[in-house]
């Protein structure tokens, strides 16, 4: 297990399963997008295996990360990978967002990693709630998801930048080396104005 505070833990050191996982390289690109403090509030949205939640809480000792998921198996990985990591800052939210974030603490980070189709729900209740300056954060894989991130900020006078990330990964094949492409993937911020 890393002992390093830098984010970029190897993907094989989490407990996968068959859940969805935001990759090492995107996950360090995303994380840098949230631009955390000590003592942000972080909601995880689509949590899948927890790692943008687990390299999230070891970054922020003094702050929150509030891990959502809906999905039965994720739930447990995500469980499990709190546990091997020793992250005591984060709670996990099982359910459907937004349906289960009532009552729950005011973030001024939000990263939205899966979102069904619930994407405008969760970026509505997210928009009403944070302060000037709060980010959010989006991975996207569809031109779709990517089109209405970027609408949905642009039209709640957010300032927006987005990165898409075409990374590929040495792999030996026999005596030789190739790079092997990992799905391109687009990092959506937007950061809240007056």
């Known amino acids: 297990m ?6 970029g833990i190897k993907d094989e050191n989490f407990i996968r399963g068959e859940v969805p996982m935001t990759k090492e390289e995107v996950r360090i690109i995303s994380l840098s997008k949230l631009a955390l403090e000590p003592d ?20 922020i000792v003094d702050g929150k990360v509030l891990a959502v998921e809906k999905e039965a198996a994720a739930v447990a990985l995500i469980k499990q990978n709190i546990v091997k990591f020793g992250c005591r800052n984060v709670k ?3 359910g459907t967002a937004p349906d289960c974030l009532i009552s729950l603490p005011i973030p001024d980070r939000v990263f939205i990693g899966g979102s069904g189709e619930n994407l405008a729900s969760i970026f509505n209740y997210f928009n009403d709630r944070l302060e000037p300056g709060g980010r959010i954060v989006a991975n ?7 089109y209405e991130i970027i609408t ?3 039209q709640n006078n957010y300032s927006v930048g987005a990165v898409n990330i075409n990374s590929s990964s040495l792999k030996k094949v026999g005596r030789k080396h190739i790079w092997q492409a990992a799905n391109p993937v687009a990092v959506i911020w937007g950061v809240k104005e007056e």
């Open 2 to 7: 890393n002992k390093f505070v830098t984010p």
């Open 40 to 59: 942000s509030i972080l909601y995880d949205i689509g949590a899948g295996t927890g790692s943008i939640t687990v390299e999230a809480a070891r970054l």
């Open 92 to 94: 996990l939210v099982e």
């Open 140 to 146: 996207a894989v569809t031109m779709e998801t990517t």
């Open 152 to 154: 949905l900020l642009e």
